[in-house]
């Protein structure tokens, strides 16, 4: 790592290093012993699905649960839990376990990969961030097989809850239960839905949040604060979105009890936060809940999560940065503090990069794919922010789509992060002594 260090930017080497692990897993994919009719998969359709794990989106051209064996899905299994919480993050891991020293370079790689201003902490942070997540993911896995022992035997309801437990912590919504049917057929069953609610939650609001609750403060930083709120906000709005539009709706909610349709619209508001499972025919949905739910999609999770998109906070941001020019406010303010011009402008490049993005992943999807509008926005949203939510274009997706397709998912796991480093990084010397004149253009 130190030799590749030396003549690659951090930012390069997470990039790279994210290539690597999906090539492999495309490669393992591939193999007679990953797939239950002995072939292997295609190498397009390994690549994707490797992808997909790495990147924790879920999107699938092949079901998971009756295409793959326990190798397979070994694999993607691995790929899901080293995609989710960052390769750097198990090199650091094997290095101390090897007993081997820090470098600063592998630090800076560290900060790169958990989206921190420093580098001071961040082999803590690293090591705080295997312990949080294993010990969430192994108490997930436990009420999961438990639950599930009666219906499988424990050997494969333990299976089932580990596979499960992980895959909803990296809010990657891969599977096991076959057909493409996703939690549907335990639509009414509160255990399964609150755990893999909570695993989705707690994975998506980032390891500093989640270290900072931990460690039970009184008073937490700015940073926690909005994620708690915004997150909270979100979840409970876009439950109260769908049981609304959704109650009657013969194909989705209509049938539920009422019970159940709360918990089924809760559910569905907590997985487009990234995470990739339903409970209910998203297909079947009306089309202005759909387009609620791609708004959730390209929110996302929190920075610093297992989760995509452009970010809770990077939302907030611009929705104060966009109030603020309504009331010509000069500052940006919230919880009684001023945010940096710097973090407005960077938010600000996020969403308009992701923005870019979806549009021209979208025109080219319209013009290779025979499907609506609204499905190929939903997927390609699907794809940017990692979720892995999808109306059933996945499977019928052609090679160029899911060439485009695959593109998004590595973006929207890898861009957004290394573009917010890029911005945070100090200008050059002349640029901070050279000023041009202003001139103003008229706007709007």
């Not at 690549?47 to 790495?54: E, L, P, W």
């Not at 290779?368 to 997927?379: C, S």
């Not at 892995?388 to 590595?410: E, N, R, V």
Request: glycine share 10%; aromatic share 10%; with cysteine.
């Amino acid at each position: 790592m130190n030799a590749l260090g030396k003549i690659m930017s951090p930012s390069r080497v997470l990039v790279s290093g994210f290539a690597s692990l999906i090539l492999l897993g495309g490669i393992l994919l591939t193999l007679p012993q990953a797939t239950q009719d002995g072939l292997g998969l295609p190498f397009m359709n390994a690549i994707f699905t490797a992808t997909s794990a790495v990147c924790v989106t879920g999107l699938v051209v092949v079901d998971t649960g009756t295409t793959f064996t326990p190798f397979g899905q070994g694999v993607i299994l691995v790929l899901i839990q080293v995609g989710g919480l960052g390769f750097m993050t198990f090199a650091t891991l094997f290095a101390m376990i090897l007993g081997k020293r820090i470098t600063l370079k592998e630090r800076l790689l560290l900060q790169e990969a958990l989206n921190q201003v420093s580098i001071e902490g961040v082999v803590r942070l690293a090591k705080s961030v295997l312990q949080i997540s294993f010990a969430i993911e192994g108490v997930g896995a436990l009420i999961l097989a438990l639950r599930w022992h009666s219906d499988f035997g424990w050997s494969k309801a333990l299976y089932y809850g580990v596979f499960h437990s992980v895959s909803a912590f990296n809010n990657a919504g891969f599977d096991l239960f076959g057909n493409f049917s996703s939690l549907t057929a335990f639509v009414g069953d509160p255990i399964i839905n609150i755990t893999i609610m909570v695993l989705i939650v707690l994975g998506g609001l980032g390891f500093i949040v989640l270290a900072e609750l931990l460690e039970h403060k009184k008073k937490f930083r700015l940073h926690t604060k909005i994620v708690l709120k915004v997150s909270g906000f979100l979840i409970l709005f876009g439950a109260g979105l769908i049981l609304i539009m959704e109650y009657s709706n013969p194909k989705t909610l209509g049938p539920l009890p009422f019970g159940t349709k709360v918990m089924a619209a809760l559910f569905q508001s907590v997985s487009p936060r990234t995470a990739g499972f339903n409970t209910i025919d998203l297909s079947g949905m009306y089309n202005t809940t759909l387009l609620s739910m791609i708004v959730l999609m390209f929110i996302g999770a929190s920075p610093g999560s297992t989760g995509g998109g452009i970010k809770t906070t990077t939302f907030i941001a611009i929705v104060l940065s966009v109030l603020r020019t309504y009331r010509s406010d000069p500052h940006v303010v919230i919880e009684g503090r001023t945010l940096p011009k710097d973090v407005i402008q960077k938010a600000w490049a996020i969403t308009t990069s992701a923005s870019c993005l979806i549009f021209i992943i979208i025109s080219v999807l319209s013009l290779t794919e025979n499907t609506d509008l609204l499905t190929v926005l939903f997927e390609v949203t699907s794809a940017f922010g990692t979720v892995g939510l999808s109306l059933g274009l996945t499977p019928y997706l052609s090679g160029l789509g899911k060439i485009a397709i695959i593109i998004t998912m590595f973006i929207g796991r890898v861009g957004p992060l290394t573009l917010a480093f890029v911005l945070s990084r100090k200008k050059s010397k002349q640029s901070l002594h050279v000023k041009y004149p202003d001139e103003r253009i008229m706007i709007g």
